[in-house]
């Protein structure tokens, strides 16, 4: 839990004294003969640790306490493979131990959390105090009630375009489940990569076009025979490319965002509910004939050369949608219309998975 694999950066950036050559130090910082190089210093700072009041915020807290402490020096404290070599590093270790207990102090605030601190105050272990606090805020009430809730959350939970963008509830669904994880100590008790995507899949189980990327997945995986399926993280990806588009067909972006295609910034123009700017009649050519038709009234019958392409489970399930649903999915990808360019900009590529 923040033990210091491999020691700590070269020269050692904790020096008491303000000045000189760092002292001999963890990780081989100091000591030894003939010039040493101080790649880093950094000045102690209390004020830098953030303080802990409830311990359902323990591990966003712990995350950047370790990661504080060893930006400042500090990583030998929480090192449980660290051991002093010679008696002028555990003096060094001591005044570290001394200082830190202060800091520890100073942010801890929990109820238990005080109590743990004020048991070291002879001897300012820190390294002990943190192991104690983390062990608290594992099996203490508030927290066991917070993991329950969080997981009752991740297995209920369940999008509509009343929550707005999907791209951000896939975003928010993977912060709280990446923080589920991270507060089990035990690996036994983490969620494991397949329920993990098994409740990212149930999440979105009332939206069909995406959704359906659990049915494609299955076929591809006999059309090819393959054996694997997607990962947590492949699936997040996959179903990512496929809400971004969703988004911007249900117009859940900013406009700002929702308007970026092909690397322009398109600028619609006022009658953008009628014909789109530079279309107020059908173009001569038949392909974009066809386009602007499927834009106006969507055909309910499946080009051939799609049609071709499904499988059997695909023509199956094409047949169990009604015409509603059939024109919504014919109309979501028409052909660019020709608007006019103002600017370039970035934009993410469309999804290479479509929605169909």
């Known amino acids: 839990y923040g033990g210091s ?12 004294d303000g000045g000189g050559d760092p002292p001999a130090g963890p990780g081989g910082g100091g000591g030894g003969d003939g010039p040493r190089r101080k790649l880093f210093h950094a000045k102690p700072d209390a004020n830098a640790y953030p303080t802990l009041k409830s311990n359902k915020d323990f591990d966003q807290w712990y995350s950047v306490f370790i990661t504080t402490a060893r930006a400042q020096g500090f990583y030998a404290l ?18 570290m131990n001394e200082w830190f207990y202060a800091v520890l102090q100073k942010i801890i605030k929990t109820t238990k959390g005080k109590v743990i601190v004020k048991e070291h105050f002879h001897d300012c272990d820190c390294f002990h105090i943190l192991h104690a606090l983390i062990q608290d805020a594992h099996t203490s009430v508030e927290g ?26 896939i975003i928010h669904y993977d912060e709280v489940l990446t923080r589920y994880n991270d507060s089990k100590t035990n690996a036994q008790d ?7 995507k098994l409740f990212l899949q149930q999440a979105f189980i009332d939206i069909k076009v995406l959704n359906d990327i659990s049915a494609r997945e299955q076929e591809n995986m006999c059309s090819n025979g393959a054996h694997m399926s997607y990962s947590y993280e492949k699936y997040k990806e996959v ?5 971004t588009r969703f988004d911007v067909n249900h117009k859940l972006l900013p406009p700002s965002r929702s308007r970026r295609a092909n690397m322009t910034m398109i600028e619609e123009s ?24 499927a834009m106006r009234d969507p055909s309910v019958r ?25 024109k919504v999915l014919m109309a979501s990808q028409p052909p660019a219309p020709r608007f006019r360019c103002t600017s370039l900009v970035e934009t993410p590529h469309p999804s290479a998975c479509g929605e169909r």
């Open 270 to 293: 006022e009658d953008e509910v009628g014909q789109p700017d530079g279309m107020d009649s059908p173009p001569d050519d038949p392909t974009h004939l066809q386009a602007f038709a």
């Open 144 to 169: 066991t009630l917070e993991s329950v809730e969080t997981l009752n959350w991740l297995t209920r939970v369940k999008y509509s375009t009343t929550k707005g963008s999907a791209v951000e509830f």
């Open 5 to 16: 694999p491999g020691g700590g950066p070269p020269g050692d950036p904790w020096d008491p």
């Open 78 to 95: 929480f090192d449980s493979n660290y051991v002093p070599l010679d008696q002028e590093s555990a003096s060094e270790l001591r005044r």
């Open 302 to 326: 499946l080009p051939d050369q799609h049609w071709t392409q499904l499988s059997s489970t695909g023509k199956k399930n094409w047949h169990q949608f009604d015409d509603h649903d059939k």
């Open 190 to 196: 983490k969620l494991s990569d397949s329920i993990q």
């Open 239 to 243: 179903l990512t490319n496929a809400a």
